[in-house]
């Protein structure tokens, strides 16, 4: 299948859009009634703030929660092209509740080894005696056969 055959997956998401209040920050910049409707992007519906688990429900969402998505809540600002009468500005806040499919960390994205594997593993070490050799006055002396004859310096 190409690229261009590729189905996109429909955004799924429950939005509300919130009116300027004429106010600035830190008082509240935007409201909504607590009549507001939600409205699935998928379906259209709309939806109460006390219906939101019954369009989490609805066989639609369900298709996305049991593909992995889980849900999140988004915000963003956007110029506001019809003004309406509860509207003091030109701005308004859209307020989504979004379906995202969660982040997988991929094990080896570009051929580079992960850390664990590129950082070689210390190695214990059995530290063995030494031989040993016993001199004419009874001394034990380190055998020397590990010094070089090296010039001084």
Same mark, same amino acid.
């Given at each position: 299948?190409?690229?261009?055959?590729?189905?996109?997956?429909?955004?799924?998401?429950?939005?509300?859009?919130?009116?300027?209040?004429?106010?600035?920050?830190?008082?509240?910049?935007?409201?909504?009634?607590? =009549?507001?409707? %939600?409205?699935? +992007?998928?379906?259209?519906? @709309?939806?109460?703030?006390? /219906?939101? *688990?019954?369009?989490?429900?609805?066989?639609?969402?369900?298709?996305?929660?049991?593909?992995?998505?889980?849900?999140?809540?988004?915000?963003?600002?956007?110029?506001?092209?019809?003004?309406?009468?509860?509207?003091?500005? =030109?701005?308004? %806040?859209?307020? +989504?509740?979004?379906?995202? @499919?969660?982040?997988?960390? /991929?094990? *080896?994205?570009?051929?580079?080894?992960?850390?664990?594997?590129?950082?070689?593993?210390?190695?214990?070490?059995?530290?063995?005696?030494?031989?040993?050799?016993?001199?004419?006055?009874?001394?034990?002396?380190?055998?020397?056969?590990?010094?070089?004859?090296?010039?001084?310096?």
């Amino acid at each position: 299948m190409s690229y261009q055959q590729q189905q996109k997956t429909p955004f799924c998401a429950l939005t509300m859009k919130m009116y300027a209040t004429g106010k600035k920050a830190p008082k509240f910049e935007f409201k909504a009634s607590a =009549d507001s409707v %939600f409205t699935c +992007s998928l379906t259209k519906k @709309k939806y109460k703030l006390s /219906q939101v *688990n019954e369009w989490y429900l609805s066989p639609e969402v369900q298709k996305f929660h049991n593909e992995g998505y889980r849900a999140k809540w988004y915000g963003k600002t956007e110029q506001n092209e019809n003004p309406n009468k509860y509207s003091q500005g =030109d701005t308004n %806040f859209v307020l +989504s509740f979004i379906m995202i @499919k969660p982040f997988k960390t /991929q094990p *080896n994205v570009d051929g580079m080894k992960p850390i664990a594997q590129s950082i070689p593993q210390v190695q214990q070490q059995v530290i063995t005696q030494t031989p040993q050799t016993i001199t004419t006055s009874g001394a034990v002396k380190p055998e020397e056969s590990f010094d070089d004859d090296l010039p001084p310096f």
